[in-house]
């Protein structure tokens, strides 16, 4: 079992990278929106954009929930350990 610190420090990493990821998929869409390609492969292209956006607000959401899972292991991990018979 890894201690706490570390437990933390990738919980906090996970928690960051959600972040990111989830900006990158506002950002896609929000500039996919605002190109002058108007024709038919543009609109897929935005389309795709759209589905991308979907991806990354999963796995944003996944990471989100692994770096949450991780704190609570953490904390655990720093909580007193009952000694039996004390």
Do not use: F, H, N
Request: aromatic share 6%.
């Amino acid at each position: 079992m890894a201690d706490a610190a570390s437990l933390e420090a990738a919980a906090t990493a996970l928690l960051t990278r959600a972040d990111d990821l989830y900006y990158v998929g506002g950002q896609l869409v929000d500039r996919s929106l605002r190109m002058t390609w108007d024709c038919a492969k543009g609109q897929r292209y935005r389309e795709a954009m759209l589905a991308r956006e979907a991806e990354c607000y999963r796995i944003a959401a996944e990471l989100r929930d692994l770096g949450v899972a991780l704190k609570v292991r953490a904390q655990a991990a720093q909580a007193p350990v009952p000694v039996p018979g004390a």
